[in-house]
């Protein structure tokens, strides 16, 4: 017992002053490492090269740890995603919620119908705006819907609809609106919206 104390004291010392000359860096090279993981289906920086895959660069804090949470805990659907998201402890997915929260979101270069999402733009504003501003660009509740994925947000809403994955109850009230007075064209409308905002 005294020896492993005389052994391990250096050690924590010289971990201690590294910590204090680089606390930032050494946080950021960690997180850096565990992201490196995710850049195979999620792309470098988090920007996806799509189209199923989201992007998660600029993904608010709160909302990557919370829906981190939901695949560990199946609350959201997905096969890949719960099984990846069950090998990191609470405090790796902190690191990581921070890391990619300070990466820039970059818009998915994608094709969309200039029709669709011109109609689209009025049902996002009726509907979706209170929840998701400036056009879906601001993350704060979720991720910022423009410019990520059409078909990664079409097959997250389908998830929703069914009632595979969990959602915000009120959210789901609108949504529910919406497809009930504009069908699901009404749906596909704003996802062209979304997939339009490329600025
Ligand atoms: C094998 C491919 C793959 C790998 C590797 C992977 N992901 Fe994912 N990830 C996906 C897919 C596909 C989805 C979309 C899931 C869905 O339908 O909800 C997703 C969704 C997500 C979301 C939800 C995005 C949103 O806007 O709600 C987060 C957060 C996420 N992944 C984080 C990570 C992190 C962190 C890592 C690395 C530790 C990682 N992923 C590694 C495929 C992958
Ligand atoms: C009352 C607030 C609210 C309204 C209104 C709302 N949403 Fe949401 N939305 C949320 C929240 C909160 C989330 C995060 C998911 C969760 O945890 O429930 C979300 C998530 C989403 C996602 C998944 C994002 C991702 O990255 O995976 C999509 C797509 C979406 N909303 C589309 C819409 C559309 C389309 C409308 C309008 C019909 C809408 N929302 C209206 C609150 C809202």
Known sequence: MVKLKRLTLPVMLTVGVMGAGSALAGGVDRAAILANTCAGCHGPDGVSTGPATP????LPEEYFI??????????????IMGRIAKGYTDEEIELMAKYFAKLPHRPAAQKFDPVKAKYGKKLHEK???????????VADSSGPLAGQWKPYLQFTLDD???GHSEVDKKMKKKLSKLIRKEGMDGVRAVLEYYASEQK
């Open 127 to 137: 509907y979706c705006e209170k929840c998701h501003e400036e056009g879906g660009r």
């Open 55 to 58: 992007s998660i660069a600029g």
């Open 160 to 162: 929703f609809i069914n």
């Open 66 to 79: 919370d829906v981190m949470k939901m695949f560990q805990e199946g609350e959201r659907r997905n096969t």
